[in-house]
C-alpha cells in the first residue's frame, strides 16, 4: 500500500490505518508526492497494490473492504478451491 498526502506523522498515520483496518504488508510513505506523480494519481483516498516486485497490481481500491477484497483475490486468484 502507498500512503500520500500525510504532511504530519505521516508514519503514524499510516500505522494507525493499517492497525485499525487490519491491514498486514509493507507501505510506501511518498510524503513528496513523487511516486503518484509518476502514476498520475490527483486525488485521495486512492490506494495502489504493488508487489514485491514494484509493479501495481490494483489502484483505486479505497475503502478497507475493497482493499481487503483485492489483496484476498490477488493473493488467492482462485479463490481457495483444489481442482
Same mark, same amino acid.
Given at each position: ?16 490505518f493499517? /492497525?485499525?483496518?487490519?491491514?498486514? #504488508?509493507?507501505?510506501? *510513505?511518498?510524503?513528496? #508526492?513523487?511516486?503518484?506523480?509518476? *502514476? $498520475?494519481?490527483? #486525488? ?7 508487489? /514485491?516486485?514494484?509493479?501495481?497490481? =490494483?489502484? $483505486?481500491?479505497?475503502t478497507?473492504?475493497?482493499?481487503? =477484497?483485492?489483496l484476498?483475490?490477488? *493473493?488467492?486468484?482462485?479463490? #481457495? /478451491? /483444489?481442482?
Amino acid at each position: 500500500m502507498v500512503n500520500v498526502w500525510e504532511h504530519v506523522n505521516a508514519r503514524d498515520e499510516a500505522l494507525h490505518f493499517c /492497525k485499525v483496518h487490519k491491514i498486514d #504488508g509493507p507501505v510506501l *510513505l511518498d510524503a513528496q #508526492g513523487e511516486y503518484v506523480d509518476q *502514476l $498520475g494519481i490527483r #486525488g485521495v483516498p486512492y490506494n495502489i497494490i504493488v508487489n /514485491k516486485k514494484g509493479i501495481v497490481q =490494483a489502484a $483505486g481500491v479505497t475503502t478497507p473492504d475493497e482493499v481487503r =477484497a483485492t489483496l484476498t483475490k490477488l *493473493l488467492n486468484p482462485f479463490g #481457495g /478451491k /483444489k481442482g
